[in-house]
């Protein structure tokens, strides 16, 4: 009888470990990422509230990334002025699955409070939208990865591409637009479609 109990104990033991490592593989399965995906970049961005989080903090949504900085007196306001005019062609729900990720080129004057302050400004829904500032050393490979160039001027100011990258749930960007100011019909519709 002891030989029976040790032979179940031992198949349950084995049966257990089994179990935990499918749900292991499963779980890594779940995580893996296309080749295309921008968060395989491990960076890390501090956003507007001092919280931490990697570049893949909005995974599993649809999203709009683009890099800026707060004090930008002309084309960072279009920028946002566009994706604003982006979202109001969209429905309630559509506008409700979709995120926001505004990543600065001068993270060291970008301070939380200021990166706070400008959202407040331009009064951008913090459930959906991110202001982040990265740490220096990842600047480059941040905007590598999105295919933005930047050049921080003699006089403190900054000129940066203005495009704004739509990403799939998994990272993958998906369409881009440079316009700014007015609607691109074009990215609309690739939003839209990601949406859906």
């Not at 109990?5 to 292991?24: D, E, K, R």
């Not at 295309?36 to 919280?51: K, R």
């Not at 062609?89 to 004057?109: A, C, F, G, Q």
């Not at 930047?150 to 998994?170: C, M």
């Amino acid at each position: 009888m002891r030989n029976i109990h040790a032979t179940v104990y031992t198949l349950l033991l084995m049966l257990g470990s089994l179990v935990q490592f499918n749900a292991v593989a499963q779980s890594s399965v779940g995580k893996s990422l296309p080749s295309n995906s921008i968060y395989h970049l491990q960076a890390s961005l501090e956003d507007q509230s001092g919280e931490i989080a990697g570049l893949d903090q909005h995974q599993g949504q649809p999203t709009l990334v683009t890099m800026f900085y707060a004090s930008c007196p002309h084309v960072c306001p279009l920028i946002i002025s566009t994706i604003k005019l982006t979202e109001a062609k969209l429905s309630e729900v559509e506008r409700s699955n979709l995120r926001v990720l505004m990543i600065s080129v001068d993270p060291e004057t970008d301070t939380p409070a200021v990166l706070l302050e400008n959202m407040q400004r331009h009064a951008l829904d913090a459930e959906r939208w991110s202001m982040v500032r990265p740490e220096p050393g990842d600047l480059r490979a941040i905007a590598g990865v999105l295919g933005i160039k930047y050049k921080q001027l003699p006089d403190g100011e900054f000129n940066h591409s203005t495009k704004i990258s739509l990403l799939d749930g998994n990272g993958s960007p998906l369409a881009s637009s440079s316009q700014i100011g007015r609607l691109d019909e074009g990215f609309l519709q690739a939003v839209k479609t990601s949406l859906q």
